[in-house]
């Protein structure tokens, strides 16, 4: 990258900065009350709500990975982009409105309320999974920001990746610690609007070059991929034999299934005011995030119809810098400290959300309701989460600078598959089964986190292979990388088994939680 366009990265970066957490304090709760700070003010509109769905779904990794993905491999990358897109529609048909009518501030308020006994528990357990999944998924955008600096200056030594995680990371702490939920609507708004805008244009410039004729797009990626028809074929990084499958299927599984139950997505769905007001929302963020990928998809043909697939290759084995490769080609400078902002900007909205979230479930289930049960004032728990947020942030720090070889891609699909396999299993019985017990949900949230995390460790993302964590080593028994399609099943099965051993039946009538599901009937804390 040239002087120029590092020097031009940094101003805007730091003009946004600026911006937004001057407007994040603007917009910041003030008075002491949890509601405010957990949902904020709950009067945005459908599409203000959409946008900052949106933007609390979509990464760093959407914009730089999934076109890197894209550019080198094709057919692949394509379907691995619509499985992106499809995830919100089980949000939306599933669990959005159930969730909605039920939930207060987190997912163990919904547990805490459909399972009376053994409460405490099962909050306990919620918020064990909520830590792992926010920190696993917080850590790979702090890696995130020190990978994207390296496309600007090279490998970096300790000192400076130092600086831009706690530089990074200090800026994630104000927002979520200061703004609150208001403050994060905010900065995810202005990213999502970046966001759509950034590959909108982009896309639009690579279609232009190629006279807005989409063959020749293809035809042209085909050609400089140096791989021929392969490249829009199939099998290039997922399809090439049945392990290659088996893990592609359990990556979709993790990532259509986990955002359901994403914590700071289940934050956002209680967020709007009514059920209308949500459809919306999720409907426009469904639309924003297709149009994304689609984009995306497209930007990632034209990084190796224009540039050539070894080029990127040689720049970075990995793809991430195909789409800044490809804005220095097409628009220079100027287009390039563009992309690389929004990158920026993208990785600091996410990691502001995750740490709300987790803070949230530190301050509401862990402090609020397990430790002080119930009886915590509002002034001691909203001290809390601010204080919450920043041990969160100071913890991901330091996961974030240990020197561990591991790919922010590996560190947040295990929090989908986490998610999915711990938090999603507990959700769905929770809303839709009557026998569901809490020794179920104590059993899906602790079998289906120490099955998804063991699966990982013994697998070829620790060991075995030359891009693992340990190269040297080999203990890895499981052949896929994604442990999705054994562990979200064992969740699963576990809260069924739970549930159907556990002889008795919880004190809070089903059907009166099911009404409240249909009729949404006090909730966020009213009786």
Not at 280 to 294: E, I, R
């Amino acid at each position: 990258m040239s002087r120029f366009s590092l020097q031009l990265t940094f101003v805007l970066f730091l003009c946004v900065v600026v911006v937004t957490l001057f407007a994040a304090l603007l917009t910041a709760p003030q008075r002491d009350e949890i509601g405010e700070f957990y949902l904020g003010n709950r009067i945005l509109s459908p599409l203000r709500n959409g946008l900052a769905m949106c933007g609390d779904y979509l990464s760093a990794a959407t914009l730089l990975g999934s076109t890197g993905l894209v550019a080198l491999t094709g057919y692949d990358g394509l379907l691995y982009l619509a499985g992106t897109t499809v995830a919100w529609m089980a949000v939306l048909l599933v669990i959005a409105e159930p969730l909605h009518n039920a939930g207060r501030f987190t997912l163990g308020d919904t547990l805490g309320l459909r399972l009376t006994r053994l409460r405490r528990p099962v909050r306990l357990a919620v918020v064990l999974c909520t830590l792992v999944v926010t920190t696993l998924y917080l850590v790979a955008q702090l890696i995130g920001g020190v990978a994207l600096l390296t496309q600007f200056t090279g490998e970096p030594n300790q000192t400076t990746r130092t600086l831009c995680v706690v530089v990074v990371g200090t800026i994630v702490v104000v927002y979520a610690a200061l703004g609150g939920m208001p403050g994060a609507t905010f900065i995810q708004v202005v990213k999502a609007v970046m966001l759509v805008a950034g590959v909108a244009v982009t896309a639009v410039i690579v279609l232009a070059r190629f006279h807005w004729n989409v063959a020749a797009l293809l035809s042209a990626a085909e050609r400089n991929s140096g791989l021929g028809h392969r490249f829009l074929e199939p099998g290039l990084r997922y399809g090439g034999g049945t392990t290659s499958k088996l893990d592609f299927f359990s990556l979709e599984l993790a990532i259509v299934l986990g955002l359901a139950a994403l914590p700071h997505v289940v934050m956002r769905l209680l967020a709007p005011r009514t059920n209308r007001v949500l459809r919306t929302s999720a409907v426009w963020a469904m639309g924003l995030v297709g149009f994304v990928c689609l984009a995306a998809g497209v930007v990632g043909l034209g990084a190796t119809a224009v540039l050539g697939r070894e080029t990127i290759v040689k720049t970075d084995p990995k793809g991430d810098a195909a789409v800044l490769l490809l804005a220095q080609s097409l628009g220079g400078g100027v287009l390039t400290a563009l992309i690389s902002c929004l990158a920026f900007v993208t990785l600091l909205a996410v990691a502001a959300g995750l740490t709300l979230a987790a803070a949230t479930s530190l301050a509401h289930d862990l402090y609020g309701e397990v430790i002080r049960r119930g009886r915590a004032t509002q002034a001691e728990e909203l001290g809390v989460a601010r204080m919450s947020a920043v041990v969160i942030g100071v913890l991901a720090m330091l996961l974030a600078l240990l020197p561990w070889e591991i790919s922010t891609a590996s560190l947040a699909f295990l929090a989908f598959a986490v998610a999915a396999s711990a938090l999603l299993p507990p959700l769905v019985y929770g809303l839709f089964w009557r026998r569901f017990t809490a020794w179920g949900a104590l059993l899906s949230l602790y079998g289906g986190l120490i099955c998804s995390v063991l699966l990982v460790v013994f697998s070829p993302v620790v060991s075995s292979r030359p891009t693992s964590m340990y190269p040297h080593a080999d203990f890895a028994w499981f052949p896929l990388e994604n442990p999705g399609i054994v562990s979200i099943p064992a969740g699963f099965l576990l809260g069924w088994l739970g549930s159907v051993l556990s002889s008795r039946q919880e004190e809070y009538s089903y059907e009166d939680f099911e009404v409240r599901t249909l009729i949404g009937a006090g909730r966020n804390g009213e009786p």
